[in-house]
Nanobody
Framework: QVQLVESGGGLVQPGGSLRLSCAASGSIFSRYAMGWYRQAPGKERELVASMGTIGHTYYQDSVKGRFSISRDNAKKTIYLQMNSLKPEDTAVYYC???????????WGQGTQVTVSS
């Protein structure tokens, strides 16, 4: 079982930036596509961005051009660079492995992102 630890969230003003990190334990990290999800209050968890094992990326339409996902297999870490943040980006952000489009492992604690003036 892989354990996931997200970090980097915080309170930021609209238009600001944050960089989230997700560190994974275990040796199978590089074999999986990885994704960033978010869950806003009262809403279901949704996939925001993902990156495959050879670098193919996916972005939800609402974050295209503002968010950028990357991974460092040697460090078993994925990142989410978030720019031009909007209040609607406020949510708890989680990472997970992806297999056939579905999350693979147990969820970590997530990291809270709050965009507010």
């Amino acid at each position: 079982q892989v354990q996931l630890v997200e970090s980097g969230g915080g309170l930021v003003q609209p238009g600001g930036s944050l960089r989230l990190s997700c560190a994974a334990s275990g040796s199978i990290f590089s074999r999986y596509a990885m994704g960033w999800y978010r869950q806003a209050p009262g809403k279901e968890r949704e996939l925001v961005a993902s990156m495959g094992t050879i670098g193919h990326t996916y972005y939800q339409d609402s974050v295209k051009g503002r968010f950028s996902i990357s991974r460092d297999n040697a460090k078993k870490t994925i990142y989410l660079q978030m720019n031009s943040l909007k209040p609607e980006d406020t949510a708890v952000y989680y990472c997970n492995g992806l297999s056939s489009g579905s999350p693979v492992w147990s969820w970590g604690q997530g990291t809270q992102v709050t965009v507010s003036s």
